[in-house]
């Protein structure tokens, strides 16, 4: 019978067995982003200032609150509509 512990000497882990011959950990042919390195963009950049700053974060989330809650004074409330 076959068993993982000689599946794994043969071909590795289950993960790099599955990849084949393609690309290794070092190069970009596996991964998505373009082979931009460690700066990926934009979405990479907000999550590094997410991460780095979360009180700033928490304060922003209030002024959106607070924002939202004068926009919608202004509004008022609509009319009934008709049953």
Do not use: D, I, N, Y
Not at 7 to 13: A, I, M, P, S, V
Not at 42 to 53: D, E, I, K, M, S
Not at 70 to 82: D, I, M
Request: net charge positive; proline share 7%; with cysteine.
């Amino acid at each position: 019978m076959l068993k993982v512990a000689s599946l794994t000497e043969r071909h590795g882990t289950a993960a790099a067995a599955s990849r084949g011959t393609g690309a290794g950990p070092g190069t970009s042919g596996g991964r998505s982003g373009g082979g931009r390195g460690p700066e990926r963009g934009w979405f990479a950049w907000l999550g590094r200032c997410v991460t780095a700053h979360p009180g700033m974060v928490a304060f922003g989330w209030l002024l959106v609150v607070a924002g939202l809650f004068g926009v919608s004074s202004v509004l008022g409330q609509p009319s009934p509509s008709p049953a």
